[in-house]
């Protein structure tokens, strides 16, 4: 238990579907990440929010949209996915800027059909 | 970010030591050097950090030559449970990218 939780731990859904991921963190950090695993590839920063401001955007594609309403919570929002999309999802926190330990939750299995 | 280099894979034995040497040629004068460890379908969870020298603590060593060219991890008397895939960072603390190299698969064998 990493003070990092995820939910859903799996989700399957249809390219014309909209869902979102949560992540909550209970460590008091100020800074979350969200990453994406794909199969034998490493993990690809995908976002990063400090104090709740986004501070990087990997050139992601529009169909991922993040929110972080409060330093504790953190989201991606899904819509019109492709099957490429599919992928381990996860969610991580620091203290401070990036070399700071950063604590991931056990992400969300995402299959898009 | 540094570009890092390490081994595709290892094998081991239960109880014994593995050493992981990370090649990072091009490190900045404030980069700092960070092992994670990652199980499957699991996110990576951090092992050690250092700087230069030598870093000791709990769970492994972390050797760092004068150059810091390179730096290895070392793992003692390894057990099946340590069977992961172990990724060598290089960053500057200032910046929020850490970027994950492929990493190395370590096997441990009864």
Same mark, same amino acid.
């Given at each position: 238990e990493t003070g990092v939780t995820q939910t859903p731990r799996h989700l399957v859904m249809g390219m014309t579907n909209k869902k979102s991921l949560k992540c909550e963190q209970h460590l008091g950090h100020n800074a979350m990440y969200w990453y994406k695993q794909s199969a034998k590839? &490493?993990?690809? $920063?995908? @976002?990063?929010?400090?104090l709740e401001e986004r501070v990087e955007n990997n050139s992601v594609p529009s169909r991922f949209s993040p929110e972080c309403p409060n330093s504790s919570h953190l989201f991606l929002h899904l819509h019109t996915l492709q099957p490429e999309d599919s992928a381990l999802y996860l969610c991580?926190?620091? %203290?401070?800027?990036? $070399?700071?330990? %950063?604590? @991931? #939750? &056990? #992400?969300t299995r995402l299959l898009v059909l | 970010?540094?570009?890092?280099?390490?081994?595709?894979?290892?094998?081991s034995y239960e109880g014994q030591e593995v050493n992981i040497t990370?090649?990072?040629?091009n490190i900045a004068t404030n980069d700092y050097i960070t092992w994670y460890q990652q199980f499957p379908s699991q996110g990576p969870r951090f092992i050690i950090q250092g700087y230069k020298t030598k870093v000791t603590n709990e769970v492994a060593s972390l050797f760092i030559p004068a150059d810091r060219k390179s730096s290895t991890l070392s793992l003692p008397r390894v057990s099946l449970s340590d069977t992961a895939v172990y990724y060598c960072l290089v960053g500057d603390p200032n910046d929020y990218k850490l970027s994950f190299g492929a990493g190395t698969t370590v096997t441990v064998r009864a």
């Open positions: 590839k &490493p993990l690809e $920063l995908m @976002f990063v929010y400090s991580a926190s620091s %203290q401070g800027r990036g $070399l700071e330990t %950063q604590y @991931f #939750g &056990p #992400g | 970010l540094a570009k890092t280099t390490q081994p595709i894979s290892m094998d990370c090649s990072h040629n």
